[in-house]
C-alpha cells in the first residue's frame, strides 16, 4: 500500500478529520465503498487538485482493534491502534459492572492495557469491595470527581504518552473527565435523564484528542450495552485473565467452564478464588456469542 501520511482523528460517516505528520488538521473523504477508517487509522491520503479535501486510498494494517457485534453478528470496529482502554463507571447510572468486564475482556482479547475510572465520587463513595476486584487482577483503578477535580491529575499522568480511549456507559461522564483534562470543554456534556436514569448520548462520533501533557485521548460514544465481537466463544476466556490461567488445569482441554466435570474455573468460583461476578459476565459473553453465532440475535 502507499504509504501511511496522516491518521484519523474525527469520522463522520463517510467523512473524516485528519492529523498529518506536522501535527496540522484537514478533512478528507474516502475513496470508494470497500475502506472504512476508523478513529486512530493510520492511512494514506492524496492531496487533490483545487480541493482542500484529502482522499483516504489505503488503511495501514492495523495493530489492534476495539471490535462489537453489528446486529448481523459481525464485528464492527470502534477504533484503532489503541495502547490503553480507560473503562468508566461511576455513581450516576448505576454501574454495570458487567460491562466493565466486558470492556476489560476486549481489551485483553486486543492485547491492550486497561484500566478502571470510577468517576462522579462527590456524589457518592465508589464502590470499592469491586474496585479491589479489578486491582487484585492486576488492573489500576482510579476514583475521579471531573466536578471537584478529584484524581484528574493522577488520570493525565497515566494517559501521557499513550493513545488511550474512554469507554462506559452513557451519562458516566467521560466527555466531562476529558474537559478536564483538557482544562476546557472541547467535548460536549449533558446532563443524565432523570425519567430514565440513564445517560443521553452526548458524543456522536468518535474523536481523537491531544493531551498538552503528551499523549491522545479518544472520546468514543456512551453506550447502554458491549460486548467484544469474537470468532467463537472459545476465545472469551481469552478475556479473563483469572480464568485463563486456572483453564490451564481443567480436564480437559477445550473445557468451556460452563458444565464440565472436572473444571478447574468451576472450582476458583466455589473457593472463590475467582470472584462469582466475574465469571457470570464470562457465562453471558460465551452464551451471548453462540446466540451471535447462530442467528439468534
Keep these: 500500500m502507499p504509504e501511511a501520511n496522516a491518521t484519523v482523528i474525527a469520522t463522520y460517516s463517510r467523512r473524516m478529520r485528519l492529523r498529518l505528520p506536522d501535527d496540522s488538521e484537514v478533512d478528507a473523504r474516502i475513496k470508494g465503498k470497500k475502506l472504512k477508517p476508523v478513529c486512530g487509522d493510520r492511512v494514506a491520503a492524496e492531496e487533490l487538485a483545487d480541493e482542500a479535501d484529502r482522499l483516504i486510498t489505503a488503511i495501514a494494517p492495523r495493530d489492534n482493534e476495539l471490535t ?99 469507554v462506559g456507559q452513557s451519562g458516566v461522564g467521560k466527555s466531562s473527565i476529558i474537559n478536564e483534562l483538557m482544562g476546557s470543554e472541547l467535548q460536549k456534556t449533558a446532563e443524565i435523564s432523570t425519567k430514565h436514569r440513564e445517560g443521553r448520548h452526548t458524543t456522536v462520533n468518535s474523536v481523537m484528542i491531544p493531551l498538552d501533557a503528551g499523549g491522545n485521548v479518544i472520546d468514543s460514544p456512551g453506550v447502554r450495552d458491549y460486548a467484544p465481537a469474537l470468532e467463537s466463544s472459545a476465545a472469551a476466556a481469552a478475556g479473563f485473565r483469572e480464568i485463563l490461567a486456572a483453564s490451564e488445569h481443567c480436564r480437559f482441554a477445550n473445557c468451556r467452564h460452563m458444565q464440565e466435570p472436572g473444571c478447574a474455573v468451576k472450582a476458583g468460583v466455589e473457593d472463590g478464588s475467582i470472584d462469582a461476578r466475574r465469571y457470570e459476565s464470562y457465562r453471558r459473553i460465551v452464551i451471548t456469542t453462540e446466540k451471535l453465532a447462530e442467528g439468534r440475535y
Design 68 to 166: 462489537r457485534p453489528n446486529l448481523r453478528g459481525e464485528p464492527e470496529v470502534l477504533a484503532a491502534n489503541v495502547d490503553l482502554l480507560v473503562v468508566v463507571a461511576a455513581a450516576l447510572p448505576a454501574p454495570d459492572w458487567f460491562v466493565v468486564d466486558r470492556y476489560l475482556a476486549a481489551a485483553e482479547i486486543m492485547r491492550a492495557d486497561a484500566m478502571v475510572v470510577y468517576n462522579k465520587a462527590d456524589i457518592e463513595a465508589p464502590d470499592t469491595a469491586t474496585l479491589s476486584v479489578y486491582e487484585k487482577l492486576g488492573y489500576p483503578s482510579l476514583v475521579t470527581s471531573a466536578e471537584t477535580g478529584q484524581g484528574i491529575d493522577e488520570l493525565r499522568h497515566r494517559l501521557a504518552d499513550r493513545i488511550a480511549i474512554v
